[in-house]
């Protein structure tokens, strides 16, 4: 069964603490992505991940690959308020363009 | 921004009703998607197209049909719909090839089946 399972589920940290969400996916995949919703929103794309060891950087955000462990990580760094979302990873189904979605990861950053 | 509308964007609806959500996009984009959220399911893809006349199923397509008359139109119907089809239906636009392949979603069609 093609599966993705994200860890934790949902989130509560301080601002300013640094937390890591795991991406874990059942089949081989070359590439993951992350995507996040803000509550009543669309979702938006944050980070592409096209092989194996790629990392991306955006600000407090740093996303990772690993195809051989079929995981991929979020690293938050020094968390403030407004990342406060809920983050999505996905990846596609091997040889089609169908994209399957893990649960979500709720993160709710205090004051 | 990707152009990418979704109609109608709330809609209340009885139970057995057909029902039909329109995904337009302005982009030109090969690959089309319908997707619902559901508290503790994530995104559930229920079709896909590859292009014009060209579709197929997702995880959740039962109850589902799907139309691609022209590039930038995909049309999701519930022929009879159900409590269970209550939801959060976004569409989604993706490049092919070389593209990075991310997807672009819309705003969301919030659908409530009484």
């Known amino acids: 069964e093609l599966k993705v399972e994200q860890n934790p589920l949902f989130l509560s940290m301080q601002e300013g603490k640094n937390y890591t969400i795991y991406c874990n996916y059942s089949t081989t995949s070359d590439r993951l992505y992350w995507y996040r919703q803000d509550p009543g929103k669309s979702l938006e794309s944050l980070f592409v991940l096209l092989s194996n060891g790629a990392v991306k950087q955006e600000g407090r955000l740093m996303a990772s690959l690993d195809t051989k462990a079929r995981l991929s990580t979020l690293h938050i760094t020094a968390a403030v308020h407004d990342l406060s979302a809920t983050y999505f990873c996905?990846?596609?189904?091997?040889?089609?363009?169908?994209?399957?979605f893990g649960t979500g990861t709720r993160l709710k950053v205090l004051a | 921004d990707a152009g990418i509308t979704q109609s109608p964007r709330h809609k209340v609806t009885e139970t057995g009703t057909p029902v039909t959500l329109r995904c337009h996009q302005t982009?030109?984009?090969?690959?089309m998607y319908w997707y619902r959220q559901d508290p503790g399911h994530g995104l559930r893809l229920i079709h896909y197209s590859y292009g014009v006349k060209d579709t197929d199923k997702g995880e959740v397509s039962d109850g589902y049909s799907v139309s691609r008359s022209k590039t930038e139109d995909f049309l999701l119907t519930l022929e009879s719909a159900t409590s269970s089809q209550t939801s959060v239906y976004f569409c989604?636009?993706?490049?092919?090839?070389?593209?990075?392949?991310?997807?672009?979603f819309g705003e969301g069609s919030r659908l409530t089946v009484l």
């Open positions: 989604a636009i993706g490049a092919a090839g070389a593209n990075t392949g991310e997807l672009f």
């Open positions: 982009e030109n984009h090969r690959y």
């Open positions: 996905a990846f596609p189904r091997s040889g089609t363009y169908k994209y399957i």
